[in-house]
């Protein structure tokens, strides 16, 4: 395994936009999935809120995307989205993925926390976030979706 971040750039761009979070999600295009938005929704968020797009690669082959920044909302760095795609799922990529943009949010902005919203059914994401030491802070985001926020101390 030799999981690294890269930029977002032409050269990558529709891979990202073509990455799922689950199979059922391969046929169609939409904003939002089951769990997360569509890196398409993410790209576009980064644009418009300065937000920093981050693609997640296993050696070359594209495996994921995240996107963070300080969100001026609610005044917390925050790691905005995360997804793998599915068929990198369960193989151990999370983890690894996680602490490479905690070091890219911390190298970045030198921020003491780092925030981020899970939906409450989304199991696998929670176990990967409180793996590498994310707790519940017990507030609730209004989203799409009621989300709970989520913080590590670094």
Request: net charge negative; charged share 20%.
């Amino acid at each position: 395994m030799n999981v690294h971040l890269e930029s977002v750039t032409s050269s990558n761009f529709d891979q990202i936009i073509e990455l799922k979070s689950g199979i059922e999600q391969e046929q169609r295009m939409q904003i939002y999935e089951r769990w997360v938005g569509s890196n398409a929704f993410f790209l576009a968020v980064c644009q418009v809120y300065k937000f920093t797009p981050r693609a997640i690669y296993d050696s070359e082959t594209l495996i994921g995307f995240a996107c963070h920044g300080y969100n001026s909302e609610t005044e917390r760095f925050q790691l905005i989205s995360v997804m793998l795609g599915h068929q990198f799922q369960g193989k151990g990529y999370a983890t690894a993925s996680l602490k490479l943009i905690i070091d890219d949010m911390n190298l970045q902005y030198k921020c003491k926390e780092i925030y981020l919203t899970v939906i409450h059914d989304n199991m696998n994401a929670i176990k990967a976030y409180e793996k590498i030491g994310f707790i519940p802070t017990g507030e609730i985001e209004k989203a799409f979706h009621d989300e709970h926020v989520y913080k590590l101390i670094l």
